[in-house]
């Protein structure tokens, strides 16, 4: 059984030629690198929500909306008032405190594009994920495989010493 990746600047490796500590590190390591997949998709998951809001706000604003009032959001949790001057003009955040005035149409099409890109980013990471829990898990395997033979070959030492000891 051999744990192969594909990613560049790894290597196949033959599990059951390694040791028990051999396969305890590895599949530490392999836990942590899972741990660090599902941070990076927590993080994506929240940046994909608020792309996903923001485009659903921006299409509730129609040429009807020109001079209402409406709360403006400086944070998630922190509005202020204010009045719409131009329902054809948004400016949006792009990210790292830059912002841009687009027309209603560009910024729809911007946020979707936004939300697939990070969709396609939390695919990539979940794909990746997967491959490196089943190597966890074949890893397991012959951890366990290891331990039975160990537990084996004890008994036997145990059982072939204490026939010589009575004889």
């Known amino acids: 059984m051999s744990a192969k990746e594909n990613h560049e600047g790894m290597q196949e490796i033959d599990i059951t030629k390694l040791n028990l500590q051999q396969l305890s590190q590895l599949k530490q390591r392999l836990e942590q690198e899972l741990s660090m997949y599902q941070n990076s998709l927590q993080s994506l998951k929240v940046a994909q929500t608020r792309y996903q809001n923001s485009k659903e706000s921006i299409e509730k604003i129609t040429p009807e909306c020109n001079g209402k009032e409406i709360l403006v ?94 004889a």
């Open 73 to 166: 959001p400086l944070t998630g949790s922190i509005y202020v008032p204010g009045k719409i001057a131009d329902a054809n003009s948004v400016i949006i955040d792009i990210g790292t405190g830059y912002y841009v005035q687009k027309d209603l149409d560009s910024a729809k099409e911007y946020m979707k594009r936004r939300v697939q890109f990070v969709t396609e980013q939390m695919e990539k990471i979940q794909a990746m994920g997967q491959e490196k829990s089943s190597i966890r898990d074949a890893v397991m395997e012959v951890m366990d495989g290891k331990i039975q033979q160990e537990i084996g070959l004890q008994k036997a030492a145990l059982a072939k010493a204490a026939a010589a000891g009575k």
